[in-house]
Nanobody, 117 residues
């Protein structure tokens, strides 16, 4: 029973902040590369930010400088801090895990982020 459960989404005003969380179970969390993806209506799912099992982060150009990805291996939790949110950040945000040994990819159910006045 492997689960990735996102939380922390919601409705925020432009310029506001959110912290998304992804609680993982059923995997060896520290042995997984992790990432946040988002999907807006009519668009492909896109990578927002990722962090390797070794702790190396990467960011999409659209969020670089105002987002921070982090992980707490002791809590089996991945985070995405989003600051200065813009309407174009609106979408369903998904947590992703990829096992470094078995290369198995897993997805969470998603959490809705809506940035609007």
């Amino acid at each position: 029973q492997v689960h990735l459960v996102e939380s922390g989404g919601g409705l925020v005003q432009p310029g506001g902040s959110l912290r998304l969380s992804c609680a993982a179970s059923g995997i060896i969390f520290s042995m997984n590369d992790m990432g946040w993806y988002r999907q807006a209506p009519g668009k492909e799912r896109e990578l927002v930010a990722s962090m390797t099992a070794g702790g190396t982060p990467s960011y999409a150009g659209s969020v670089k400088g105002r987002s921070g990805i982090s992980r707490d291996n002791a809590k089996n939790t991945l985070y995405l801090q989003m600051n200065n949110l813009k309407p174009e950040d609106t979408g369903v945000y998904y947590c992703n895990a990829r096992g470094v040994w078995d290369n198995i990819i897993r997805w969470g159910q998603g959490t809705q982020v809506t940035v609007s006045s």
